[in-house]
């Protein structure tokens, strides 16, 4: 098999590393800062710290004087204050909360109900989270993605070489670590659906860079000479079209929901689609070329 | 030539059978998706009120363990649901100490949260609706069976452990029911304002232990369990707090239904759009393969009664993405081979042998994550895991099967023109 004499990955690995390293910086830094205490970089849900959201489908279109005026129903029925209150998508009224007791979401709930005649039944929801909750799901969140990368790096050790799952778990928490990076530059909300949509570019990354991995350990039988390095690019190269398609093709339904879906489904679309951007990112540039940094020096003899 | 035909004639009817059967059901066994599938509710609206047991510092785990209490609880929360109405709610444990109820379609959610929290209250209370003894004041309350009587037989009855306070109250409110000259002598014991039982008394009692007897009916032991589990319940040692609660109104629901199942139906027919502008005849076969597989995943997901929320819709689409994934590996594997001057029927069979490995190892990673979610997650996430691992598993079995049976069947029936594998 002929080695292929395009654009080196492997020799241009320190351009894509600091690429890399700009992309998970934000997201990087403001996780090590919410580990140390400091708030408001990530916009937590109350899915994971506790509190109440409403939602409320108005007859009419909700702007500012709607938002002011639900603000101030709310603070005469329970005296105080809320969090926020936005709108959400054309009718839709949301205003969040700390916990509030039964009593007091009964008596905002009338209160707008009330003065933009709201039918409960049907163009109402509300969503309350003790704070106890919330902590069971951080930690149950943070199990999962360790328990996860722990099984597939000694998986992909098994069926590949250790070395290789090395390379595809950095590639792995560089997408985590982008995504994290794109949830406190766009807002995102970050709740539950935070830990399915990880999960979901963990197995999806993972994917794609197996792909470009069973590439190498292929023309690593086969290709009579060249380097460590060239068979990786080589590899990557022969992918390289599965790669783009594999991505379009994905990236296609989640755009649509992206699109069409109401906002909770959007919030979920959002962080998936970059991480599928992400994820095809960097099984072409960073996994492969990262395998080479690690197996450097070793030159392929048949 | 023959088989060729007769393997088409095949997956024909194969895929034709689970369109109608996803669509229109067959029989008992596979109900029409639309029926046999259970919409969360983000989807068609409801309540789902998760509430906390508020140990006390003193609890005694020794009289009550946690675990009895929450049993106890739940008893008395589906109690309170049947006697609210709410046929159709379900109540579960969760957890070490949590309760979760689910509402479907619920008129004033709050309402239902504070009656539902409320802790419940056991009278006893006579025939002109005076409350002589209430919860508080009963010790314990358990099942068992009466020594045997002069026919020999031995009944299933409740028997109550009074305080000392309970005793003497109890002693007051029998005699005074006793002395009734109406005719009414009984106690009535009710739970929350509702009857569950009115012995009569036959003498004045002055004793910690009650004994209420059920008659000898068929499910008279049944009966007695319940009875003890509610009156146990009216003294719940522990407080139920709100922990979570999430109610979703039905034309909201309803909206996130359609609206995804639109962006999904799109999102598929761009894929098949894209697929056959790139691979032409084999893209084609591969969005037949699409079709059953999204057909096949119906039936999965309708025989199986998942419980589909929005995140599992979501799964479903990634999903289709995901389906074709392993058509797009093999399709450019067939190409190389061709490039390289093999023959079709070569390069197909290649293409598949040296694409599995690799197709393999990228599922198994995938549903390791799946299996890890649906391990440490809860609630709607595992709705997410199921319909992915679901998706994982038939996206292999059909995208790998049914496609290679179609290309070896095409080119059986002299379907040969490289131009059309896009060679």
């Not at chain 1, 755009?255 to 970059?274: D, H, Q």
Request: aromatic residues 8%; negative net charge.
């Amino acid at each position: 098999m002929e080695k292929y004499r395009g654009f080196s990955f492997t020799k241009h690995f320190k351009l894509f590393g600091i690429i890399s390293l700009i992309m998970i910086s934000v997201g990087l830094v403001s996780l090590i800062l919410t580990l140390c205490g400091v708030n408001g970089l990530f916009n937590f849900d109350i899915d994971f710290v506790g509190g109440t959201t409403f939602e409320f489908q108005l007859p009419v279109g909700v702007d500012k004087t709607v938002t002011d005026r639900a603000a101030e129903l709310y603070q005469d029925a329970i005296g105080k204050a809320p969090s926020s209150v936005t709108s959400s998508g054309e009718n839709g009224l949301r205003i969040k909360a700390l916990e509030l007791s039964d009593t007091e979401v009964e008596s905002v709930r009338d209160a707008i109900a009330n003065e933009y005649s709201v039918d409960i039944e049907k163009g109402y929801q509300v969503e309350r989270v003790s704070a106890s909750v919330g902590r069971d799901l951080s930690k149950a969140a943070f199990t999962a993605s360790l328990v996860a990368v722990v099984l597939i790096l000694v998986y992909i050790a098994f069926r590949f070489e250790f070395k290789s799952g090395i390379a595809a778990i950095c590639a792995l928490l560089h997408d985590l670590l982008v995504m994290l990076s794109m949830y406190v530059i766009f807002r995102i909300p970050f709740n539950i659906n935070f830990i399915a949509a990880a999960l979901t570019i963990l197995g999806y990354s993972i994917n794609a860079t197996i792909v470009v991995f069973d590439r190498v350990r292929e023309n690593r039988k086969n290709m009579r000479t060249g380097n460590f390095g060239e068979i990786v690019d080589t590899s990557i190269w022969d992918t390289m079209t599965r790669s783009i398609n594999t991505t379009i093709t994905t990236l296609v339904v989640m755009v649509m929901l992206l699109i069409l879906g109401v906002s909770s489904i959007r919030n979920f679309a959002l962080p998936i689609c970059i991480g599928i951007i992400c994820g095809c990112y960097s099984s072409v540039c960073i996994s492969g070329p990262l395998w080479n940094v690690f197996n450097k020096g070793r030159v392929h003899k048949r | 030539m023959k088989k060729s035909i007769l393997t088409l004639v095949i997956v024909v009817l194969l895929v034709g059978g689970l369109l109608f059967a996803a669509i229109q059901g067959i029989g008992s066994f596979i109900q029409p998706v639309s029926e046999g599938v259970v919409l969360g509710l983000d989807l068609v609206g409801g309540s789902e009120i998760t509430y906390e047991a508020v140990i006390p510092d003193d609890y005694d785990y020794e009289a009550l363990p946690i675990e009895e209490g929450m049993e106890v609880a739940r008893t008395m929360m589906q109690q309170r649901l049947d006697a609210l109405g709410y046929t159709e709610a379900s109540c579960y444990i969760s957890g070490e100490r949590r309760l979760v109820v689910e509402i479907p379609s619920v008129e004033d959610p709050e309402k239902a949260v504070q009656q539902l929290g409320a802790t419940a209250v056991v009278s006893f209370v006579d025939a002109d609706g005076k409350v002589w003894l209430t919860g508080s004041e009963i010790q314990d309350a358990e099942y068992e069976y009466s020594p045997t009587d002069s026919t020999g037989l031995s009944r299933p009855h409740v028997k109550l452990e009074l305080t000392d306070e309970g005793r003497e109250k109890l002693h007051s409110a029998s005699t005074a029911v006793l002395a009734r000259s109406d005719g009414k002598n009984y106690l009535a014991i009710q739970m929350d304002g509702e009857q569950i039982s009115a012995p009569y008394v036959n003498e004045a009692l002055d004793t910690n232990s009650v004994i209420i007897s059920i008659g000898s009916t068929e499910d008279a032991e049944a009966e007695a369990r319940y009875l003890a589990n509610i009156i146990s319940a009216g003294r719940l040692p522990f407080e139920l707090m709100t922990a979570k609660q999430q109610t979703i109104g039905a034309s909201l629901g309803e909206k996130s239904l359609s609206t995804s199942l639109k962006a999904g139906l799109i999102g598929l027919i761009l894929v098949m759009i894209f697929m056959i502008a790139v691979y032409r005849f084999m893209g084609l076969i591969s969005c037949i393969a699409l079709v059953a597989y999204s057909a096949l995943f119906a039936v999965a997901i309708s025989v199986l009664h998942v419980n589909l929320s929005l995140p599992g819709i979501a799964g479903i689409i990634l999903t289709i993405g995901m389906a074709v994934d392993a058509n797009v590996i093999i399709f450019e594997r067939i190409k190389e081979e061709l490039r390289m001057g093999k023959t079709l029927r070569f390069a197909i069979d290649s293409g598949y042998k040296r694409a599995m490995l690799a197709i393999i190892d990228a599922n198994v990673t995938t549903m390791i994550a799946g299996f890890v979610l649906l391990w440490q997650g809860s609630g709607t996430i595992i709705g997410f895991a199921v319909t992915l691992l679901i998706g994982v598993v038939l996206s292999m079995l059909v995208m790998l099967v049914l496609t290679k049976a179609l290309l070896k069947t095409a080119v059986g029936l002299k379907i040969t023109n490289l131009k059309l594998y896009c060679a």
